[in-house]
């Protein structure tokens, strides 16, 4: 009973590892016909500098937009743009001010487009990314009012599937040798536990014998005294 629970629950954590490690990550999406959009190849990793800075504003104010794709970014500037997907940045003050962050962000594809929208406090972000297979990247943006802003994105890594961002992923072969190790870890534990649970088992009842007998002794004893 106790090794069938034991053997259980491997199984389930098992199955809660394998899927842990075969499921996508954050900041894929998928799009039409099976491809997907990968917005981690849109960003850089270091936390301090956004891939898309200093984006120019057609709205004729004094502020720059800046941008970076699934990673958090922060400015050091005197301003609040800390674990940020996005900021404006006075050209008068140099300060800069969060407008985004990374864990509002929601995902859309229409027609070909694909839109991130950020909803931070009262202020709105939509982000545009357009693909562009040939050239360089190409970014601007545009002020809508104090609560409303739009960046527009042209890459060729707007594309879906064009784009693939390299990690430092288990191959399967070490995943395979992982779940065997895992296995037999949990058989052999389970099996020594079961073993010694059988053991105290036997143990108990091989007292239980021998005091049944010598219950009967005595009370063999006691009718031939009588």
Known sequence: MFLSIFNLTTYYL?????????????????VEDGLKLDIRTLGFT??????????????????????????????????????????????????????????SVQFKYNYGSSILSYQYSNIHLTVFLICRVDGE????????????????????????????YSTHSISPV????????????GYI???????????NLTNSNGLSCLNLQSYRRNRTFDYQNL
Request: charged share 15%.
């Open 137 to 164: 990247d190409t970014s601007f943006g545009y002020q809508v009012d104090t609560s409303t802003y739009t960046i527009y994105i042209q890459s060729r890594c707007c594309c879906p599937g064009m784009c693939s």
């Open 46 to 103: 270091n936390g301090k500098v956004p891939k898309y800075d200093q984006i120019s504003n057609i709205n004729p104010t004094k502020k720059t937009l800046s941008w970076n794709g699934c990673f958090s970014y922060s400015k050091v500037d005197n301003g609040n743009c800390t674990n940020a997907a996005a900021c404006y940045t006075d050209s008068i003050s140099n300060m800069s001010i969060i407008i985004a962050k990374q864990d």
């Open 174 to 185: 070490v995943i395979l040798i992982i779940i065997i190790i895992i296995f037999l870890f």
């Open 189 to 199: 534990i389970g099996s020594i536990i079961f073993l010694r649970y059988d053991r």
């Open 14 to 30: 098992l199955i809660v590892f394998i899927q842990t490690i075969i499921s996508d990550p954050i900041c894929i999406y998928d």
